[in-house]
C-alpha cells in the first residue's frame, strides 16, 4: 500500500480564496482523521469520520471549514473563505479502528502546507 | 479534563548516551498511551503503545516507553542515542475508543 495520499503538498492562496485539500486513506481502514499542525496551537484534531460518517466535528474551527468523505477511499477539508491565520500544515491519517491492534494507530499523510497571503 | 502534557520543548542529548523524553497524563479509566515522532517535512509515525500489562513497552527503533500508574508517567526512552532519532516526538492519550489527543511535542536533538 502507498500509504495515506495527501493533496496537494504545498498549496499558496490569496485570503478569500477556497482551498480544498485531499486525502486517500489506506485502503480497508475505516477511521479518517484530518489534523491541523501550527506553532502556536500543536496538532490539533479537526475532525474524524468512521466508515465516512462524521463523528466528531468540535475541533472545526468555524464555518469556514468544512469536511466531506463521499467513500471511502476519499476525502476533501474545504476552506472557504480562507484566511492567513489558516496557514498550518494540513495531516489527514487513516486507522483500522476494529482490531485490537490496529485501533489508534494512526498512519499520517505528508501533510498539506497551506500558505494564505 | 483529560489531558497529557510533555513539560520540555527541547531535549539536548550526546550521541551515545541514554535519552528520556518525558509525558504525563490525566484520564479518567485505565489509560491508552502512545508516542508518535514526526521527522522534518514528513507526517507522525507510530511508536509504541501502551494498553496493559508489562510497564516497559519496546516499540520501533529501538525505543521503549515506561508506564508509571502512581506518577501517571510514560517516558520514552532509549538507552544509547543516535543522530538519527533527532525528531519531533509527541505523546497521545486515548479520550474516548477512537479519539486520541496529542501533547504539544519534544524536540529531540542529538549531537554528535
Known amino acids: 500500500d502507498a500509504g495515506v495520499i495527501q493533496s496537494p503538498r504545498h498549496e499558496v492562496t490569496e485570503m478569500g480564496q477556497e482551498v480544498t485539500l485531499r486525502c486517500k486513506p489506506i485502503s480497508g481502514h475505516d477511521y479518517l482523521f484530518w489534523y491541523r499542525q501550527t506553532m502556536m496551537r500543536g496538532l490539533e484534531l479537526l475532525i474524524y469520520?468512521?466508515?465516512?460518517?462524521?463523528?466528531?466535528d468540535s475541533g472545526m474551527p468555524e464555518d469556514r471549514f468544512s469536511a466531506k468523505m463521499p467513500n471511502a477511499s476519499f476525502s476533501t477539508l474545504k476552506i472557504q473563505p480562507s484566511e492567513p491565520r489558516d496557514s498550518a500544515v494540513y495531516f489527514c491519517a487513516s486507522s483500522m479502528g476494529g482490531s485490537i491492534s490496529g485501533a489508534n494507530v494512526l498512519t499520517f499523510g505528508a501533510g498539506s502546507r497551506l500558505t494564505v497571503l | 479534563a483529560q489531558s497529557v502534557a510533555q513539560p520540555e520543548d527541547q531535549v539536548n542529548v550526546a550521541e551515545g548516551n541514554p535519552l528520556t523524553v518525558k509525558c504525563t497524563y490525566s484520564?479518567?479509566?485505565?489509560?491508552?498511551l502512545f508516542w508518535y515522532v514526526q521527522y522534518p517535512n514528513r507526517g507522525l509515525q507510530f511508536l509504541l503503545k501502551y494498553i496493559t500489562g508489562d510497564n516497559l513497552v519496546k516499540g520501533s527503533y529501538g525505543f521503549e516507553a515506561e508506564f508509571n500508574k502512581s506518577q501517571t508517567s510514560f517516558h520514552l526512552k532509549k538507552p544509547s542515542a543516535l543522530v538519527s532519532d533527532s525528531a519531533l516526538y509527541f505523546c497521545?492519550?486515548?479520550?474516548?475508543?477512537?479519539?486520541?489527543?496529542f501533547g504539544t511535542g519534544t524536540r529531540l536533538q542529538v549531537f554528535p
Open positions: 484520564v479518567s479509566g485505565n489509560p491508552y
Open positions: 469520520f468512521n466508515n465516512n460518517v462524521p463523528i466528531d
Open positions: 497521545a492519550v486515548r479520550v474516548r475508543t477512537d479519539k486520541l489527543i
